[in-house]
C-alpha cells in the first residue's frame, strides 16, 4: 500500500507512530456482534444505502476522521470519540462519487482494505491476508465505537465476500441492486468527471479487467458491471442464504423505512434501535449518455440468461 499525497506520508508517518498504543487496543479476538458488509457494482447506490443505515441504525461505521488512522484504526475512533462526542452525522444523501464531506461522513477506508488484499492488475485476490488480526482490528473498532460495525468498500469487500464469511462467522452481506442501464450511465459520466476522460477505468476492476482493456468503453462498462454481478453471485452462492440479502436501489429511495428494517432484521437489530425517520435526498436516475452504450449494456447484461435466471426469483427487496 502506497500513499498518494504529500499528506498521506506525513498520516502514514503518524500511524507508524502510534502502532504501539494501537496494539493495547486490541484485547478482543473477534467482534461480539455481527459485522455488516455493503456490497454491489460501482454506482449502484452503496453509499447512499451506508448514509441512509447510518441514520435508521445504531451501528458503527468508519468515518473520514477514522480513515486517516488506516493502520490505526481504534486510535482513530477513540481520537473521534474524544474530539467529537455528541456529535452526529447530518445525512443529507450528498456524496462525490462515493466520497462524502465533513468528520463524520462515511468513507470506504481504502488503504486500510489493501492491507488484507495486497491488489495487483486486478482487484480481485486469490484469499486475503492475516485474517485473525483483521478480526482484532474490527473488534477494537467495535468496542471502542461501542456499536455493531457496518463497512463498504466495493473492492474489497463485493469481490472477497466468501472470505470475509470464513474470517468472520458473524459477518452479514447486503446487497444493492441498481437497474444496469442506470449504472452504466453513471459510470460513463465517472469516467470523465472523475477520471479526466471516458477512455479511462473507473473504480473496480474485475477479475475479467486484464481482458477488457481493447473492449470498446461501451463494452468495456458493460462487461465492468455484467462481470462484478456474477462474480458477487458466486461468492454469495457459497454463503448460507441467512447471512445475506438482496435490496433494491428504486425501493430504497421509495421507502427507506423498509430497506432499513431488512438490514436491521439482518443485523439482529430490532425495530427500536431505529432513529426516527428523517427526510433523506433522493437521488435521480441517470442521464442518457450515448444510445451505442444503453444498447450496449442491454446486448451483454439485460439479455444475458445466466444473469436473468440469478435474479429471476430474488424479491426486490429481500431474499426471503
Not at 473488534?139 to 461501542?146: I, Y
Request: charged content about 20%; glycine content about 6%.
Amino acid at each position: 500500500m502506497e500513499p498518494l499525497y504529500a499528506n498521506d506520508f506525513q498520516l502514514l508517518a503518524l500511524n507508524n507512530s502510534l502502532s504501539d498504543f494501537n496494539q493495547q487496543l486490541l484485547t478482543k479476538q473477534m467482534p461480539e456482534s455481527n459485522v455488516l458488509f455493503l456490497i454491489g457494482v460501482p454506482r449502484s447506490g452503496t453509499t447512499f444505502l451506508t448514509q441512509l443505515l447510518i441514520d435508521k441504525l445504531d451501528i458503527g461505521y468508519i468515518s473520514n476522521t477514522i480513515a486517516r488512522f488506516w493502520k490505526v484504526p481504534a486510535v482513530g475512533a477513540l481520537l473521534q470519540n474524544t474530539l467529537l462526542d455528541g456529535k452526529n452525522y447530518q445525512i443529507d444523501g450528498k456524496s462525490k462519487f462515493g466520497a462524502t464531506s465533513g468528520p463524520l461522513g462515511p468513507h470506504e477506508f481504502g488503504f486500510f482494505w489493501q492491507r488484507w488484499f495486497p491488489y495487483g492488475k486486478t482487484h480481485f485476490v486469490t484469499t486475503g491476508q492475516n485474517g485473525k488480526q483483521l478480526c482484532r482490528e474490527v473488534a477494537a473498532l467495535e468496542s471502542t465505537l461501542g456499536k455493531p460495525m457496518m463497512f463498504k468498500n466495493l473492492a474489497a469487500c463485493s469481490l472477497h465476500a466468501y472470505w470475509l464469511s470464513e474470517v468472520f462467522p458473524s459477518a452479514r452481506f447486503l446487497l444493492i441492486r441498481r437497474n444496469p442501464i442506470d449504472v452504466a450511465r453513471s459510470i460513463y459520466k465517472a469516467r470523465i468527471v472523475r477520471e479526466g476522460g471516458v477512455e479511462h477505468w473507473f473504480s473496480v476492476k474485475p477479475p475479467s479487467y486484464l481482458e477488457l482493456r481493447d473492449l470498446s468503453v461501451e463494452e468495456q462498462i458493460a462487461r465492468q458491471i455484467l462481470d462484478i454481478e456474477l462474480h458477487i453471485s458466486q461468492q454469495l452462492s457459497r454463503i448460507d442464504s441467512s447471512r445475506w440479502r438482496v435490496v433494491d436501489y428504486d425501493r430504497m429511495i421509495t421507502n427507506p423505512n423498509e430497506v432499513a428494517r431488512v438490514a436491521g432484521s439482518l443485523m439482529n437489530m430490532g425495530a427500536e434501535n431505529m432513529s426516527p425517520v428523517k427526510n433523506i435526498l433522493a437521488l435521480s436516475s441517470s442521464e442518457k449518455v450515448s444510445d451505442i452504450l444503453d444498447d450496449m449494456v442491454t446486448k451483454i447484461v439485460l439479455d444475458n440468461e445466466y444473469w436473468k435466471q440469478l435474479y429471476s426469483e430474488v424479491d426486490n427487496v429481500s431474499r426471503d
